[in-house]
């Protein structure tokens, strides 16, 4: 994270971020995560990087950072760690609001869209072609109050439409509709998020 520069982004000392880490000791199953206040997706989705090809947010969501948390609750800490993640491949072909209520009766909940982009940055393998996953403890409120249909999710490109061929392969954040499925994407989840 500090050699693509996020701890910039977020304002945060280099040696900060460093000590924050060393709280998770040689636990394997933790990601360090910069709370979305401080480093936003739109900032973070270009440094992805598959076969050297930079992340982008696709053009029809300039909205991207309105997307906040929603049903779930990030600790109140410019850094925290979440732990138990699962990429959801088992929930492929399920919709976002078939996904959420078996997460929860799980004991699971689903993962904000910085953690997943945080996810992708530091392992960059869970990011599969047809195994890819949507991020859905981001919502985007309406002004009315309502929730916007769209629902984060990051994947692979495949170039086409608006992406642009020069984006095949690259990693995308993207959308997709709350009651729609797609045998591409998982739900991805964690048990728990702590500041320590």
């Given amino acids: 994270m500090i050699e693509l520069g996020v701890h910039e982004i977020a304002g945060i000392a280099a040696d900060d971020v460093r000590a924050f880490a060393e709280k998770a000791g040689a636990d394997d199953d933790v990601l360090l995560v910069v709370h979305p206040d401080r480093a936003p997706a739109s900032a973070l989705a270009p440094l992805l990087r598959r076969d050297d090809k930079p992340g982008f947010v696709v053009t029809d969501m ?14 109140d800490s410019p850094l925290y760690f979440v732990t138990g993640i699962d990429r959801g491949d088992h929930m492929s072909n399920w919709s976002p609001e078939e996904a959420l ?8 909940t689903p993962l904000a869209l910085a953690e997943g982009i945080h996810w992708v940055l530091q392992q960059p393998s869970v990011l599969e072609r047809n195994r890819c996953f949507m991020t859905i403890g981001s919502r985007l409120r309406k002004a009315n109050g309502a929730l916007d249909a769209r629902t984060p999710a990051i994947w ?7 992406d642009g061929r020069e984006r095949r392969d690259a990693p995308k954040v993207g959308w997709c509709w709350w ?15 702590e500041s320590r």
């Fill in 156 to 162: 692979i490109s495949n170039g086409t439409g608006r």
């Fill in 179 to 193: 009651g729609n499925r797609h045998t591409w994407l998982g739900f991805a989840s964690t048990t728990g998020r």
């Fill in 101 to 108: 209520p078996a997460l929860t009766e799980a004991g699971r």
């Fill in 62 to 75: 300039r909205d991207v950072d309105a997307f906040a948390p929603s049903g779930i609750e990030l600790p």
